[in-house]
Structures are given as structure tokens and as C-alpha cells.
């Protein structure tokens, strides 16, 4: 599904599973984007940046040239930690670009609630005319969090070209007569334009529409490169310790 490589849906309620969190380990060549649902995460990197996220939040991390960090979960009161982690692709000419991490506050997430009976929650792109909050990533895609009440439909607008799915997390809707319920994914095939609808229950999930880089991916656990020698590069420096080409900038 490029430009997306990776969604992870890491929602669990016992902390047992999940408080060894993730541990130090490096990225280069993609973007991260976490959002929270409930609970917290805490991020640290080898350079000393440091950051928390809790409900409702998004951290964008550009891992570009390299770092090497860790995310440690936190649960709520309840003991739940709920969230989301896309990968996004970089194309080419920005692999190796200067890493940064941008924490999105809840209060900066516009909600666009329609006459329909839904509402949207822009992490990143454009819907009804109004825009998320960050504007520079580099494979723009349209990010949205999706709730639809019930005997509702939304139509949600994509590019041609583009590649565009919903992953359902709470509830069930239908994409024609296709009936989907939590932890359930369908990818859209081209057009401009998606519906989703609801009958006697609602639904929660997420949207994501990009355009594809077209260009060559190789792949090997946390670094995405366009060509095997690139893999081999990285892992390589990440042997000699010269891994780390540029500090970190938060904002």
C-alpha cells in the first residue's frame, strides 16, 4: 500500500503485555506518525530529545538520515494503552534528509462534524475545506480519525491515482455491500470519491489516502532504503557507530 508501509494497531488493556514497550532501536527513510487513543507514550532519543503524547495526541517523527530512540508506553487508570503507529514512505531524494519530531497537542487537531452524522478529526491533509495542523510531510496524505453515528454515510473524497483505505477500531460500517467491524481493513480501488455508511450501531476508524512514490522500496525491519546496498550501508554504520548523521530538532 505504498506510500503507506506499516499501520500498527497496539491497543491492549493488560499492562503486562505492553510495559516492555519498544525498546532502543534505530529508523531511517521513513516517517512515524503515533496517535494516541488512550493512555500515553514517552519517547526518548539518543540525543537526548524527550517527549510525552497522551490521549487524543499525535507524535510525527521524520526519521530521514537516522535516529536511534525508544517509546515507552503508559497506561491510563484503567490500565489501558490504545494507539495507532503509520509508517509513511520517503521518497528518494529525502531519505537521508535532517531527522525532526513534531508533537501535535489534541487542542490543535481540527474536527469537522457533518450534517450527515459524522465526525472527522484531520491529523494531516484537507477535508470540507479545512486543513490538519502539519503541512511539510512529504508524502502529504490525508489522515483522518472517522466518527459515524448511526444509520449515517460519509463520502470522503480521494485523489485518482492515490492509494486510500479505512481501518474500522470500533463499531461496524459498510463500503458497499462489504460490512466491516473492528480491526477490519479495506483498500479502496481508484476513484475520486469513498462512501461509508452505518446501520443500527457506530463506527469508529481511521482513513488514510496518499499518493504512491513510485519508486524502488527495500526493506529491512525499522530502515526503509530504495536498493539493497543502502540496507547494507545502514546496518553497516549502525555496526560502527557512525549511524547518526544529524541532531534531532523538536517543535
Not at 524527550?50 to 499525535?58: C, M, T
Request: glycine share 10%.
Amino acid at each position: 500500500m505504498i506510500p503507506f508501509l506499516m499501520l500498527d494497531d497496539f491497543r491492549n488493556d493488560d499492562p503486562d503485555k505492553y510495559m516492555p514497550g519498544f525498546p532502543w532501536h534505530p529508523h531511517r527513510g521513513i516517517e512515524t506518525i503515533t496517535y494516541m487513543l488512550e493512555g500515553a507514550a514517552e519517547h526518548g532519543d539518543s540525543l537526548g530529545n524527550h517527549g510525552v503524547i497522551h490521549k487524543g495526541e499525535v507524535q510525527w517523527m521524520t526519521a530521514g538520515s537516522g535516529i536511534i530512540h525508544q517509546e515507552m508506553p503508559k497506561p491510563n487508570k484503567k490500565g489501558r494503552m490504545y494507539g495507532f503507529q503509520l509508517w509513511t514512505n520517503l521518497p528518494a531524494k529525502e531519505k537521508m534528509c535532517k531527522p525532526r519530531y513534531r508533537d501535535l497537542r489534541a487542542k490543535d487537531l481540527p474536527v469537522v462534524r457533518t450534517p450527515e452524522g459524522a465526525s472527522v478529526k484531520i491529523i494531516s491533509g484537507e477535508f470540507n475545506g479545512v486543513r490538519g495542523p502539519v503541512e511539510d510531510i512529504y508524502v502529504q496524505p490525508h489522515y483522518y480519525d472517522v466518527q459515524l453515528s448511526k444509520n449515517s454515510n460519509l463520502s470522503l473524497p480521494t485523489a485518482p491515482g492515490s492509494t486510500s483505505f479505512i481501518y474500522v477500531y470500533s463499531g461496524t460500517c459498510f463500503t458497499s455491500a462489504t460490512k466491516l467491524g473492528n480491526t477490519q481493513l479495506v483498500l479502496f480501488e481508484d476513484g475520486d470519491t469513498v462512501e461509508i455508511s452505518t446501520q443500527d450501531t457506530e463506527c469508529s476508524f481511521l482513513f488514510l489516502c496518499g499518493k504512491p512514490l513510485g519508486e524502488p522500496v527495500a526493506w529491512r525491519g525499522p530502515i526503509v532504503m530504495n536498493t539493497r546496498e543502502e540496507i547494507r550501508l545502514a546496518f553497516q554504520e549502525l555496526e560502527q557507530g557512525n549511524f547518526i548523521k544529524d541532531r534531532v530538532q523538536s517543535k
